[in-house]
């Protein structure tokens, strides 16, 4: 779990710092791309920035609880509690024997799987709002644009000397639509592959320490066997002769 956890903060890690050289290398291009539609565009780039912040805090909200399991299955029984997503692991086994039952297990695994989902909607919805933005982009530039080529073709009057000059000075408009269609395209789009890599990687730190509580509880989880089964009938069947003869009475 140590390696698989913190392979996965090191690789969030290494992608942000490429990324923001990347973005201090190409300053200029980027900038030129932003502006084509500073609004939409302004918008884009606020939203990966959250994401990438959300994710990250997503990570770092992990480490109690990785901290925690560390702890308890190294045999430090009294370790603080986590705090959010393994905290009713914690306080069942507080209260429980070492050996727990098949019930129990199932429970306890589907009570954290719940919670992992839950807390990477969050980044799932982030994402799926990055691909609409581009998305809307896309569809607002190509309004503006086909709206701008029949502007331009309504206005023009071909027996004018000039219309040369006037059809280049009309084309402004369509030109700057298919530039907001794809600029908005292509930043929407590598913002959600962005919040998808890091969001990714969340989950792979999230499955690690899912994978450690899983074979630490199967490694204590008491399985009825048929000797057992076989040894505990006759005891309840003269239970229950016991309690009808009492009835009888």
């Known amino acids: ?14 992608f942000t710092a490429f990324l923001l050289a990347g973005l201090i290398l190409f300053y200029g291009p980027f900038l030129r791309v932003a502006a084509a539609n500073v609004f939409l565009n302004g918008i884009i ?19 109690p609880e990785y901290k925690w399991a560390r702890a308890y299955f190294s045999g ?3 370790a603080a509690l986590p705090p959010r997503l393994l905290r009713p692991v914690a306080l069942i086994l507080r209260a429980r024997p070492v ?3 098949a019930t129990t297990l199932n429970g306890m695994l589907e009570m954290i799987l719940n919670r992992f989902e839950d807390s990477r909607e969050s980044v ?9 933005l581009g ?24 027996s004018d000397e000039a219309v040369l ?6 084309l402004t408009r369509p030109l700057s639509g298919m530039a907001t269609a794809f600029t908005s395209s292509l930043m929407g789009l590598a913002g ?5 890599f890091l969001g990714l990687q969340v989950q792979l730190a999230q499955n690690a320490i899912f994978r450690e509580v899983e074979d630490y509880l199967s490694a204590h989880t008491s399985v009825v066997t048929a000797d057992t089964v076989a040894t505990i009938l006759p005891q309840i069947n003269d239970n229950i002769r016991e309690i009808k003869d009492t009835f009888t009475e």
């Open 99 to 101: 050996r727990i039952s």
């Open 76 to 78: 430090r029984k009294n």
């Open 1 to 14: 779990m140590t390696r698989q956890f913190h392979s996965a903060l090191n690789r969030m890690a290494l």
């Open 192 to 196: 959600s592959l962005t919040i998808g």
């Open 124 to 132: 799932r919805y982030i994402t799926n709002t990055l691909i609409f």
């Open 165 to 170: 000059q006037n059809m280049q000075a009309g």
């Open 45 to 63: 780039i606020g939203t990966t920035i959250f994401g990438i912040g959300l994710c990250f805090v997503e990570m770092f909200k992990l480490l």
């Open 135 to 158: 998305l809307l982009g896309t569809f607002w530039g190509l309004i503006l644009t086909v709206g701008g080529f029949s502007d331009l073709i309504g206005a023009l009057d071909f």
